[in-house]
């Protein structure tokens, strides 16, 4: 299913003209930090190989420990941030980090939500740690979270790890003085394919177009989610009759939602019945 981009939000994007740029006439100098991660996110940027020559030319990348030998530690143009915040070490950092830092980006569902580490705030430490450690005493870890916790986040980098192409065109805005538009629209259009029979080798889902139930229902769809997820989008009550009237609108499961259309015309019939007896 393709993208759906509904119509920008412009109360929703930062004012533009607060993009990091470099002092005048000098580069921009970037900084990329790691805390609790996988550190995918990072070897991410390391894949956008030319591309990230052509990048690092015109910046001046004084901390990125993957990439660097030695790094410095600040003011930044732009600092990309990686991983949660898991520790109050970590939490010191990333406030130090902010003070010293013009435009702040979370790179990666780790530093946007907690991500991957986030999943030990849902066991208890003796759970999480004695397995691993033999003990609670050696990890003085506390709740995970993403940065946005801690800190103000000037753009958030979603994905795990994120995407190259998005990474590269948020460093091109910011290099050109551009504020990055924080995409505010959902990946794809609401489909009827959890709730559709089977067998049609997803054609239309294989194609990025969504599903439209062409097959009708599985016995035991439940639609209820689906109702509230196109009434969430705006979608009228007619329109979300109409999406379920297409194919299969008298089936015992999605007649539930086209009922009105029914009793119209179970009146029509009615009426027409009452007609012909006078
Ligand atoms: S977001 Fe994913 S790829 Fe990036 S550090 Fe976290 S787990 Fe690794
Ligand atoms: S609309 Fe029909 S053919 Fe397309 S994915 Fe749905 S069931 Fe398959």
Known sequence: MAEHKKAANPKKQPKQGKAAKGKKGKKPVVGIFSFTSCEGCQFEILDCEDDLLELFSRTKVTHFP???ATNEEGPFDITIVEGAITTPEEARKIKDLRKKSKFLIAIGS?????????IKDFYTEEEIEVPVYHSTKIIKSIRADGIGHYVKVDY???????????????????LVGKTPRQPDY?????????????GCD???????????????PVEDATIDP??????????????????????AG????????????????EE????TASKEKK
């Open 268 to 271: 029509k019939k009615s009426k």
């Open 66 to 68: 993957m990439g660097k």
């Open 202 to 216: 997803s054609v239309c889902t294989d194609h990025k177009i969504p599903c439209t139930g062409c097959r009708g």
């Open 226 to 247: 689906l109702v509230h997820l196109y009434e969430k989008m705006g979608y009228t009550h007619d329109d979300i009759k109409r999406f379920f009237m297409g194919y």
């Open 186 to 198: 959902p990946v794809c259009k609401p489909c009827m394919g959890p709730i559709t029979n089977g």
């Open 250 to 265: 008298t089936s015992k499961v999605f007649s539930g939602v086209v009922g009105k259309t029914c009793d119209i015309y």
């Open 110 to 118: 780790c530093a946007s939500y907690g991500g991957v580490p986030a």
């Open 156 to 174: 958030y980098m979603h994905g795990c790890p994120p995407n190259k192409c998005e990474f590269l065109t948020v460093m091109k805005d910011l």
